[in-house]
């Protein structure tokens, strides 16, 4: 239990570093909704397509909201390290600034170590390339970011399997490297946790309660701390062809 204490900590030192708050800008609370769907088809055991599609909006009031679609590929170099890559596709509508439309190819390697008892460390960086466009003129903008992901699951109750109830526990940061996007939103970093049900090896679900730290603006002078809550779908295609289910 200390060992799992101590990874608790880790998080939140994470989360707490990259988002505080100036006292010096204007702040406020917004509530959001995430309902995202991951399918992932395993063409081998090293390798796999997957991705995900969903919705983002805020519970206060209807003045944003967001679609999204992430094509990936994801290969098992071994049972530590993994290589990824996609692009991503983001259109906000906004009824306070003009809408966006993002184009966000993007490459990853996570490593997952140590492993603390049953709890197993995931450490994913994450370079992004930003390619923005205004919908009402289509001008365009690039901006490089790099993300940094610490995460773990915690199988709590396991009642066969393939069948057990988990929570899931991440802290995310934000840097930007080059370029920029004049962007209403822009995260800091993000601090979550999660109940979750694996009922087979072909579905997975999960609830998510996150803090999230934005700036948010023209010139982003105000603080936004961002609670949102995220239900995560997973279907799992040609399981068959491997042993682990290695993501959370």
Request: hydrophobic fraction near 35%; glycine fraction near 6%; charged fraction near 25%.
């Amino acid at each position: 239990m200390k060992k799992i204490t101590s990874v608790l900590l880790i998080l939140t030192t994470i989360g707490i570093s990259y988002c505080q708050v100036d006292v010096t800008e204007k702040s406020e609370t917004i509530d959001q909704i995430w309902i995202d769907f991951y399918p992932h088809f395993y063409v081998s055991e090293e390798f796999e397509y997957y991705g995900d599609t969903g919705f983002r909006t805020n519970i206060n009031n209807s003045n944003w909201y967001k679609i999204t679609a992430r094509p990936s590929v994801r290969y098992h170099i071994d049972k530590y390290w993994t290589l990824h890559g996609g692009v991503g596709f983001f259109y906000d509508f906004n009824k306070e600034v003009s809408n966006r439309f993002e184009i966000r190819p993007w490459e990853g390697i996570q490593l997952g170590w140590p492993r603390i008892i049953n709890l197993l460390l995931k450490h994913y960086v994450r370079f992004e390339q930003r390619i923005s466009y205004l919908t009402d003129d289509w001008s365009s903008s690039l901006a490089l970011r790099l993300r940094y992901m610490l995460s773990c699951r915690w199988d709590i109750i396991k009642l066969s399997k393939n069948k057990f109830w988990f929570i899931p526990i991440y802290g995310e940061v934000f840097f930007p490297v080059g370029g920029e996007v004049k962007e209403f939103f822009r995260d800091r970093g993000r601090l979550g946790v999660g109940l979750g049900y694996n009922p087979s090896d072909i579905w997975r679900f999960s609830l998510h309660v996150a803090w999230q730290k934005t700036h948010t603006g023209i010139d982003n002078d105000y603080s936004v701390s961002d609670i949102f809550y995220q239900v995560k779908i997973r279907k799992y295609i040609n399981v068959d062809k491997v042993k682990t289910l290695f993501d959370d």
